[in-house]
Structure formats: C-alpha cells, structure tokens
C-alpha cells in the first residue's frame, strides 16, 4: 500500500523554500537563508553533474583494467592523488582531512564498480573461451 500522508520530495516536485524552521525565523531571516540556499542548490546540482562524468570516466578505466585482466586498485595512483588533492584543499581551506575522505568515499565506489564489470568480464570470456583466449 502507498502510504501518500508520509510524502518524501523528489526532483519532480522540488520546493527550494521547503523548510521545517519556516516558524522559529522572522521573515527577513528566512528571505537570507533561502537567498544562500540557492547557491548551495546549484552547488549539490554541479557536484552531481562532476560525479556523474568522473564515474563514466572511471566506467572506460574498469573496461580496460576488466579486458587487461588488471587488478581493481592502483594504491601508487590513490597516494598520489590523496596527497595532491590535501595539498589543494589546504590552499582551498578545506579541511585536508575530509578532502581525504570524500576521494577515499569515491574511489571505494569506483573499485566496486571495476569489480563487477571484472566479474561480467570474466563470466562472459567463460561463456565464449575463444574471447578469454583473446583477451
Ligand atoms: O586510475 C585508476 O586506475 C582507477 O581505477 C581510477 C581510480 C579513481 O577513482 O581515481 C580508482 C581506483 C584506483 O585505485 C585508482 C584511481
């Protein structure tokens, strides 16, 4: 059964003014805070826009490690890019540490995805021994 009173907002109906604190601000507080939210709506829709290109490029490079059979993790490839990405983060002034962090969400996901695709790879050569023969 539906439960239609527990309604949870999608994209499609999308309210930037929806707000639980709407009773506890005066108007003009209100008028500020909804200003800031919108560039932190276009903020998360950008972040959204660069994840979803950063994972079809990690995508090519599953593909190529999965016909090359290379293993998932490149750990030389991850401490260069983590101690890149604290040093850029420093002169951001972001805290390194949860830049850090955030690569290490992300690649943790990528390398579940190169492993499925190596998985997919390795059934589908299985089922076709001249193609493992190949790869
Ligand atoms: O460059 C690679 O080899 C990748 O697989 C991509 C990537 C990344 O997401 O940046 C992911 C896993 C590796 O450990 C290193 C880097």
């Given at each position: 059964?539906?439960?239609h009173n527990l309604h949870t907002p999608d994209a499609d109906d999308y309210d930037p003014s929806a707000s639980s604190l709407a009773d506890q601000v005066d108007q003009s507080v209100m008028a500020e805070l909804l200003s800031i939210?919108?560039?932190?709506?276009?903020i998360d829709a950008t972040l959204v826009y660069l994840l979803a290109e950063?994972?079809?490029?990690t995508q090519k490079v599953?593909?190529?490690k999965a016909a090359h059979r290379l293993?998932?993790?490149d750990p030389g490839r991850e401490a260069a890019q983590i101690a890149r990405l604290r040093?850029?983060?420093e002169d951001a002034h972001l805290d390194p540490a949860f830049a850090e962090k955030f690569l290490n969400f992300i690649i943790g996901e990528v390398i579940r995805h190169?492993?499925?695709i190596a998985e997919d790879h390795e059934a589908a050569s299985g089922q076709h021994p001249q193609a493992s023969a190949l790869a």
């Open positions: 059964m539906t439960q939210r919108s560039s932190i709506d276009n950063r994972f079809k490029a599953g593909f190529l293993p998932a993790g040093r850029l983060a190169h492993e499925a």
